[in-house]
């Protein structure tokens, strides 16, 4: 089993759509858990953190279930702009480890 | 502040050579990666440092060394190049703070070709 899976999609969507990715991992010690935004041809670039149960940051939310040991994050109105690949991060003792990511393609 | 920067940004080698990806940055983390990023097969860990002086192999270290003399620069350095070894590589650094790491910075990314 992978320490970290996500579904790698495709999601095609249309513009204003709620689309939400779910990841789960295998170490129930791991710490922090984060998502991360790369597109095409560049780095990852970090969206959200998550240290406890979720967080929000506008369109965004992050929410992580301990017990069962998955980390989701939701979009809301998607825009064009949020076309790219979401790499979700899970963090045990600064050991960091990272799904293969979710392609996401939002359509006019 | 020019955060994680890595040189070069392509690379084409022949099988056999040897060079180094460097790696520099200025926000003084103490904790540094490298890794390399495969189609469909997202980032793994080739080595990592929680400070100067201090290196550990990650989850694909064959092939690779590291060293840390100094907080700001972590090169890696691949011994005798091999197809297998094209890849995208990124570099890394982050922090904690009361053991919490805030996650990662990284790179612009080297691509590298081994022929």
């Known amino acids: 089993r992978k320490e970290v899976e996500q579904d790698p999609g495709p999601f095609n969507v249309p513009e204003g759509a709620t689309v939400a990715f779910n990841c789960t991992y295998s170490?129930?010690?791991?710490?922090?858990f984060f998502w991360y935004r790369q597109d095409c041809r560049k780095e990852p670039k970090l969206l959200m953190s998550v240290y406890s149960s979720g967080n929000e940051d506008g369109r965004f939310t992050a929410q992580l279930n301990r017990a069962s040991q998955y980390i989701s994050l939701l979009i809301r109105d998607s825009k064009l702009s949020d076309s790219a690949t979401y790499l979700c991060?899970?963090?045990?003792?600064?050991?960091?480890?990272f799904g293969a990511g979710t392609r996401l393609t939002v359509k006019p | 502040n020019a955060g994680v920067t890595q040189t070069p940004k392509f690379q084409v080698l022949k099988t056999g050579q040897s060079m180094t990806l460097q790696c520099a940055q200025d926000?003084?983390?103490?904790?540094m990666s490298w890794y390399r990023q495969d189609p469909g097969m997202g980032l793994r860990l080739i080595h990592y440092s929680v400070g100067a002086g201090i290196t550990d192999q990650g989850e694909v270290p064959n092939g690779y060394n590291v060293s840390r003399s100094t907080t700001e620069d972590f090169p890696l350095r691949l011994l005798s190049a091999a197809p297998s070894q094209t890849s995208v590589y990124f570099c890394a650094s982050s922090y904690d703070t009361g053991g919490l790491n805030y996650g990662y910075t990284f790179g612009s990314g080297t691509r590298l070709t081994v022929v």
């Open positions: 926000m003084n983390h103490e904790y």
């Open positions: 991060v899970v963090n045990h003792l600064n050991d960091m480890r």
């Open positions: 170490n129930s010690a791991s710490q922090s």
